[in-house]
């Protein structure tokens, strides 16, 4: 990499980085909301756990995996926001005059969300445990933890900037928000696909990826160091994420042209 | 009566009339409105009837129907409420467009706009309650209750419709800005998450069942729950419940609009 790409990756990111924590709107819904999901889940449905098969004997340890997919949720939103409010304003275009490269930009953008993902997977990890929650992997499985919830809101966010990029309206991306959030409640979020009894529903959530997402945080969680849902969840996660980066710098791409 | 009252009477329904045929009509051709006004509870229905299916088969969940009903209990209520919140939405940007403004100061009673905003959260919740319905009912959703429960089950989600819908006016009327959404939204998504949303209020545990337990939201939905499943339960303290939260709300609301005036004096 060479000291002027450096340069440009690290002044964007930082405007990115203040930008996002400079905005309450933006840091405390997207730590308040999967909180308070997780409180109202664990005590809600702790009943759940006496299904025969099902994996945990507290709710809130099986529960705790769905604040950090969550969280990557509001990462596409927050992502989306600042980069259609960059297109808006007409910031991508002055920056379209200089010799700026089209890498350094997308990734200076997504930086401030991965920095607010890392604040939400530390907060979620901390309130988790403090709550009761076990994590029976231990340390090393927190850090997996921590690179998972990352990854998801590294993807996530690069869906926001693909969308406000192709449309370069932050109204086309609150309206992107709902599908992401049916995304989450049509997946493995409430109870194992194999105790979901509906024949759609558990098709659609065995299809869905982040079904595997949150899977692997609750291996790390509940289970122990399980290869298969370990490796699925990060080649889902991955996945996302590399396809929405692609998608994004394209994108970009024509953004840049059309300016 | 007078002829003064007579065109004062006249004047209140207009009023009352006209502002509510302008929120129906914004909310039914505008699709950034409707759309997330049927998506949410549509999400909630299918995740949670989907989803948790089995959850009824927990020891000690007692329900008459089925889980597709008992979700189809909250969701109901859920729609209803929040087709009032988002009708505080649109007074809130009525206040920033300048249109509440010009009412004030046309309207010979000004408490017609709360009765027309009362109107158009009504409509707004009847049609996503309508679609909901007919999801549930597809769905497989089971029906015990007979045509008397069902009056009561709908009468109870009407007065929370109107409890949400006087809540949130009073709260626009008060700030005035879309920026008041939160405080609209926020505690109502509050009460009604804190009631027993997945399973019968004697399976929940720790704090939820604490704040259940004082939450009136509780006693509308086990009444409703009890209605559908043909085994009314809780009617009166329901009733009772939802009717002071009503005249509370009808108070809060008048204050709202009261403070509107002073704004606009």
Partial sequence: ?259 | MSGGARTSQGGFWSVARAVAWRNVHNYFTNPAVIVPGLLFPMFFFAAFAGGLSRVDSVPGFEFQANYTAFVYGFVLLQASAFGGVFTGFSIARDFESGFSRRILLAAPRRAAMIVGYWAAALCRAAFTVAVVTAVALVAGMEVVGGGLDLLGMYTLALIANAVAALFGSGVAMRLRTMQAGPAMQVPVFLLLFLAPVWVPYDLLTGWVEAAAAINPVTLLLEAGRGFLGGDPTQVLPAFAVGLGLLVLAAVWAIGGLRSAERSSA
């Fill in chain 1, 1 to 259: 990499m060479s000291a002027a790409f450096a340069t440009q990756v690290g002044m964007l990111a930082r405007r990115s980085v203040l930008r996002t924590l400079r905005q309450p709107a933006m840091v405390v819904p997207a730590l308040l909301f999967p909180l308070m999901l997780l409180a109202v889940n664990s005590g809600g449905l702790q009943a759940a756990t006496e299904l025969p098969g099902f994996p945990a004997d507290s709710y809130l340890d099986f529960v705790l995996a769905v604040c950090f997919v969550q969280g990557g949720l509001f990462a596409a939103n927050s992502a989306g926001t600042n980069v259609s409010n960059d297109v808006e304003t007409g910031f991508l275009s002055r920056l379209s005059l200089t010799p700026l490269r089209r890498v350094a930009l997308l990734a200076g953008q997504l930086a401030g969300i991965v920095t607010l993902g890392l604040i939400q997977a530390l907060t979620f990890l901390i309130v988790g445990l403090t709550a009761g929650a076990g994590i029976e992997t231990g340390a090393a499985g927190a850090l997996a933890i921590v690179v998972l919830a990352l990854l998801i809101s590294l993807g996530f966010g690069a869906i926001g900037a693909f969308v406000a990029l192709r449309t370069g309206s932050g109204e086309a991306v609150q309206g992107v928000f709902p599908l992401m959030f049916a995304a989450l409640f049509l997946s493995s979020m409430a109870l194992p696909r194999d105790l979901i009894e509906t024949d759609w529903f558990r098709t659609i959530a065995t299809w869905n990826p982040v079904s595997y997402m949150l899977e692997g945080f609750r291996a790390l969680i509940i289970q122990g160091w399980d290869g298969e849902a370990l490796a699925l969840g990060f080649a889902c996660a991955g996945g996302v994420a590399l396809a929405a980066i692609v998608g994004a710098s394209s994108a970009l791409r024509t953004r840049m042209t059309r300016t």
